[in-house]
T-cell receptor, first 112, second 115 residues
Framework: DAKTTQPNSMESNEEEPVHLPCNHS???????IHWYRQLPSQGPEYVIH???SNVNNRMASLAIAEDRKSSTLILHRATLRDAAVYYC?????????????FGQGTRLTINP | DTEVTQTPKHLVMGMTNKKSLKCEQH?????MYWYKQKAKKPPELMFV???????INESVPSRFSPECPNSSLLNLHLHALQPEDSALYLC??????????????FGDGTRLSIL
């Protein structure tokens, strides 16, 4: 499984944008970039995924570098509820059920 | 509220007890997963079921016995556990057959404590 590297922790203020980086220099051409987050006392929650192009959904945006060796999850306007551990995960293009391999993730703290 | 329901939310058991963790989803997903999460660590996969058949076992000790009686239910039978098995046990489900695009939906877990 290709490896991802994320900062252990980040801090931001409420109502400000947050940019969460992820390095994946060994990514292969068919690996999708997925982001999950885990709020306190809850199971992980899917946030967004992409392959090459930038992606937007109601929760966040995903910016993918042109060489695909890094990506950034963008929370446009952080709220206290966004405090969580954010996981960047690479998933190969394989048919069928497959596991998620979680790294250590980034613990995001939001200050009021 | 999640669409994957796990029961019980908390479980305390002795090392000689037998207990079961239950997971249920009604999203029509045909893949279901068990993950184990120790405190301050990321989740780690234990088992994957695809179309009610065990497809991945990550070398889990036999004191953990999974079962998928139908497409909506997933059980994890526990017997003779050790104190180091104390952890949060997470169940997840997903669609199958469309490659890696399909997100996994997680329950909130069963927090297990072994005395």
């Amino acid at each position: 499984d290709a490896k991802t590297t994320q900062p252990n922790s980040m801090e931001s203020n409420e109502e400000e944008p947050v940019h969460l980086p992820c390095n994946h220099s060994t990514i292969s051409g068919t690996d999708y970039i997925h982001w999950y987050r885990q709020l306190p006392s809850q199971g992980p929650e899917y946030v967004i995924h992409g392959l090459t192009s930038n992606v937007n959904n109601r929760m966040a945006s995903l910016a993918i570098a042109e060489d695909r060796k890094s990506s950034t999850l963008i929370l446009h306007r952080a709220t206290l509820r966004d405090a969580a551990v954010y996981y960047c995960i690479l998933r190969p293009l394989i048919q069928g059920a497959q596991k998620l391999v979680f790294g250590q993730g980034t613990r995001l703290t939001i200050n009021p | 509220d999640t669409e994957v329901t796990q029961t019980p939310k908390h479980l305390v058991m002795g090392m000689t007890n037998k207990k079961s963790l239950k997971c249920e989803q009604h999203m029509g997903h045909r893949a279901m997963y068990w993950y184990k999460q120790k405190a301050k660590k990321p989740p780690e996969l234990m088992f994957v079921y695809s179309y009610e058949k065990l497809s991945i076992n990550e070398s889990v000790p036999s004191r953990f016995s999974p079962e998928c009686p139908n497409s909506s239910l997933l059980n994890l039978h526990l017997h003779a556990l050790q104190p180091e098995d104390s952890a949060l046990y997470l169940c997840a489900s997903s669609q199958v057959g469309r490659g890696s695009n399909q997100p996994q939906h997680f329950g909130d877990g069963t927090r297990l404590s072994i005395l």
